[in-house]
């Protein structure tokens, strides 16, 4: 059974940096897509990021490129997202998910496995 445990996360102010981390387990990931999501406080939950674990490729929301980074660690089946110049409207919960199958899928839907969440607040 694939899991998913999330670190990182905090309170930080606004222009500020943090990273938050995935560690995946129980599966073969080399065909697998990891995600980002985020939900904000009365907002639907949406896409952030992903990365294709095998080959790297990456995508990204309009409202994060440029600042965030998505990326993977095949020796400890590890995904980061180092948040960068973060706004207070970047303050959610963020998830991380996994998925069998190509990258480029925003859709919560997509995504097979699901991390419990991580609080990121940002102060202004």
């Known amino acids: ?34 995600g980002w999501f985020r939900q904000a406080p009365r907002k639907e939950r949406e896409f952030v990021a992903a990365i294709r674990w095998s080959g790297g490729s990456t995508y990204y929301a309009d409202s994060v490129k440029g600042r965030f980074t998505i990326s993977r660690e095949n020796a400890k089946n590890t995904m980061y997202l180092q948040m960068n110049s973060l706004k207070p409207e970047d303050t959610a ?32």
């Open 93 to 124: 919960v963020y998830y991380c998910a996994a998925r069998r199958g190509p990258g480029g899928r925003t859709e919560i839907s997509a995504y097979d496995y699901w991390g419990r969440g991580t609080q990121v607040t940002v102060s202004s």
């Open 1 to 34: 059974q694939v899991q998913l445990v999330q670190s990182g996360g905090g309170l930080v102010q606004a222009g500020g940096s943090l990273r938050v981390s995935c560690a995946a387990s129980g599966g073969t990931f080399s065909t697998y897509t990891m």
